[in-house]
């Protein structure tokens, strides 16, 4: 891994998308960005970003499917991905693991936790 890590950030909200952008750039990152959940796919094999922050609603493939595809690719299923959701719902946390998550946030994004996820997941993926 480089001095900057660089995340896939897959978001369909372009307020979202570009907020979270600019938070994680200032902090030191590389981001990457996708729209949806078919360029999310296309982008973690060809970037091979270190980290995936995965939003959970998008058009089209869902980020529990674009997860399922990443992990089930060999060459991409090492990537830890974040799912990132609107809505803490009862269950969700269930279908993060079953899908392949590494960890989950749920939205409004917190910077300081999604951070500490993100240093937590990247420390361990460095070990390895
Ligand atoms: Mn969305």
């Not at 960005?33 to 060809?46: F, H, P, Q, R, Y």
């Not at 992990?71 to 719902?89: D, S």
């Not at 969700?92 to 899908?99: F, P, Q, S, W, Y």
């Amino acid at each position: 891994m480089g001095t900057m890590p660089k995340i896939l950030l897959v978001e369909d909200n372009e307020l979202n998308r570009d907020m979270l952008s600019r938070r994680l750039q200032r902090r030191g990152f590389e981001i990457i960005t996708a729209v949806d959940g078919e360029k999310g796919i296309a982008l973690a094999a060809s970037e091979m970003p270190d980290l995936i922050l995965m939003d959970i609603s998008l058009p089209g493939l869902n980020g529990w499917e674009a997860t399922k595809q990443i992990k089930r690719n060999r060459v991409t299923a090492p990537i830890p991905i974040i799912a990132l959701t609107a809505h803490a719902m009862s269950g969700d946390r269930e279908k993060t693991l079953e899908a392949g998550c590494d960890e989950y946030e749920t939205k409004p994004v917190e910077l300081e936790v999604l951070l500490s996820k993100i240093q937590t997941l990247l420390s361990r993926r460095d070990r390895v």
